[in-house]
Each structure stands twice: as C-alpha cells, then as structure tokens.
C-alpha cells in the first residue's frame, strides 16, 4: 500500500469536498494550473473547471471575495501561500467574516488555509504561527492538526462549519509526514487527543511540535519517566477538560509550542489550568516557545530558535526536579 504524506491528505480533502458539495470552490494565487505554491491544489483545476481559480495578489481582496461568496450560500476555501500574508487581509477577517453571524445571523462557512511555521531558510517572513492571534477573535474557529489522519478529517469538517475556519496545516509537515491511509473516523473538532499516556508529566502540544514532543517523551522513558502527551488538535475551542484531567494524572505540565511566547496559546493553556486547577499541580506550570526574536533564515539558527526535542528534554528535565 502506498503511503499519503501530509500535503496529499489535504489535497484529498479538497478533491473530495469539490465532488461531493457544488457549494465548495476553491480560490487563492497560483492555485489553478500552477497546482498551488505547494501542489495542495494539483489537478483539482483540471478535475473541477470553474471551481479552483487564480486569485490577484491582493489577500484583502481574496477574503472579501470569500465573505460575500459565503454569504450567498457557497463554502470558499481560500489558500494564502503562506500563513504570514494571511496579515494583509486581517481586517476582512476579524472585523467582517468574525463577525458576521453576531451582526446579521447570516452565517460565513469560509475556511483560509495557512501554511504556517518555520522550515529550514525559510526567515521572518514565511515563518510565522498566527493562531493566537487569530484565536483571540471571537466568531473563528481555528484548528492546528498535527496528524495526516487529522488534517484530512479537519479540513472536511472545516468545510462543513457554518463559522469561519483558520486552518493551521504546517508546512513542515507537508512531506515529512506520512500514513498509510486515509482514515475513516475522526474525533471531533474541539477534542484533544492523549496521543501518549504517561504518569509522571504532561506536555500539552499541537502542529508540528507533538512530534518533538514525542521525540522526547520516548527518550525520556529510558530514565524511567512516563510522559503524557496531550495533541490539542484545534486552539479555539479549547479542549480544556482534557488538558486538566491529564494534569490530574501527572501533576505537572509543560506546554509546548512553536509560536512566539507573549500572549500565545502556551500561555492560555497555563492561565486555565493556573486558575481551573491550582490543586492538581505538584509544580509550577512551564512552557516553551521558540525565541521572541523573528524566525532567522540560516537553517542552524533556525534550529536553535525553536523548540526541539532536545530542549523539551531539557525543560522536562527541570520540570520532574521541582
């Protein structure tokens, strides 16, 4: 059996949305004969005429197109080549798709694939993890999958939300990934997963850092430690019942994300599990996110600003001593 890496999954998503809703297209730059900055969109043209178009370069422009689309009644999936132009149409998504179903009971079912995180060489600009501050927006939905099976289902149910969906597929993935199928079952949008059940610590994670964090976790159980780790899967909603009954096994956490520290999703999972359940906790919750500093281009700093799985090892390490 051949085996479909990361990026194919999503392809295959798309391909089956577009035969099985007329209501679906899909619009971005380069996404029609091109197949996508990425391939994500391979032959979808040739497959579906009409429904997989070039877009201008401008983002702001390809999301209010996507706004009024949805409000007539289609399901737009827009592809932005990277995550960080996503930044330009910024206001057309929080200040319009957001909210428009709180202003006019209208839905918006639109969903903005982000090519996010870092790759070796890729530098400041093609880097960046926005789903904090996207999650901040009341009105999205935003789901960070860190599985092939995952970011297949994801992207099905993500076309079948009424609500606008920031779709977090990171880039990294995209070939280092793989499964042996598709699957066939899912688990909810909103649901973690305990991807590894453990005794000792929890280290709640989601994209491309649950597989560091697995990394270390085996590693870690040469010395004899057990960690759980807990995939979050989306980041709004929050799967926070998870989380805490995982800290109530374990007694400690470490949350790990690639995404910059002030204000991210490693913070929020820290607040409410702080204040939701103080009395679980047999140490100070810690987190570890890449550097404050933009994502640099060379390949080996590029490795030292962002979490691996030596230095979740590290943090774990100081984490089973408190």
Same mark, same amino acid.
Request: aromatic letters at 10%; one cysteine or more; glycine letters at 12%.
């Given at each position: 059996m051949n085996s479909i890496t990361y990026l194919e999954a999503i392809r295959a998503a798309q391909e089956r949305a577009l035969e099985e809703?007329?209501?679906?297209?899909?619009?971005?730059?380069?996404?029609?004969?091109?197949?996508?900055?990425?391939?994500?969109?391979?032959?979808?043209?040739?497959?579906?005429?009409?429904?997989?178009?070039?877009a201008p370069i401008s983002e702001d422009a390809m999301i209010g197109m996507a706004i009024g689309a949805a409000i007539e009644g289609m399901r737009p999936i827009i592809e932005m080549q990277f995550a960080d132009f996503s930044l330009c149409a910024f206001n057309q998504i929080v200040?319009?798709?957001?909210?428009?179903?709180?202003?006019?009971?209208?839905?918006?079912?639109?969903? #903005?694939?982000?090519?996010?995180?870092?790759?070796?060489? &890729?530098?400041? !600009?093609?880097?960046?993890?926005?789903? @904090?501050?996207?999650?901040?927006?009341?009105g999205l939905v935003v789901m960070t999958p860190a599985t092939v099976e995952d970011v297949y289902t994801m992207l099905l149910e993500a076309i079948e939300i009424d609500d606008p969906v920031i779709f977090c597929e990171h880039k990294f993935l995209y070939y280092h990934l793989k499964a042996e199928a598709l699957p066939t079952t899912a688990l909810?949008?909103?649901?973690?997963?305990?991807?590894?059940?453990?005794?000792?610590?929890?280290?709640?994670?989601?994209?491309?850092?649950?597989h560091e964090a697995l990394v270390a976790a085996e590693e870690l159980r040469k010395d004899g430690y057990e960690i759980e780790v807990v995939d979050l899967r989306s980041v709004k909603p929050l799967d926070t019942n998870t989380i805490l009954a995982s #800290?109530?096994?374990?007694?400690?956490?470490?949350?790990? &994300?690639?995404? !910059?520290?002030?204000?991210?999703?490693? @913070?929020?999972?820290?607040?409410?599990?702080?204040?939701?359940?103080?009395?679980?906790?047999d140490a100070p919750p810690q987190r570890l996110n890449s550097k404050d500093t933009p994502v640099p281009y060379h390949p080996l700093l590029w490795g030292t600003h962002r979490p691996t799985a030596s230095t979740i090892i590290s943090a774990l390490h100081r984490l089973l001593k408190l």
């Open positions: 809703d007329s209501r679906v297209f899909i619009y971005g730059q380069d996404v029609g004969a091109f197949g996508g900055a990425f391939k994500a969109t391979k032959n979808l043209a040739h497959q579906f005429p009409g429904r997989v178009i070039d200040n319009h798709a957001a909210t428009l179903f709180y202003r006019t009971e209208v839905p918006c079912p639109l969903v #903005v694939r982000l090519p996010c995180g870092g790759t070796p060489g &890729s530098g400041p !600009f093609h880097s960046q993890s926005l789903e @904090a501050i996207y999650a901040h927006f009341p909810p949008v909103g649901k973690a997963r305990i991807t590894r059940p453990g005794r000792d610590a929890t280290i709640v994670t989601y994209s491309a850092m649950l #800290v109530a096994r374990t007694g400690r956490i470490l949350v790990v &994300s690639e995404a !910059f520290p002030w204000g991210g999703v490693a @913070a929020e999972v820290i607040a409410h599990v702080s204040s939701e359940g103080f009395g679980l906790l």
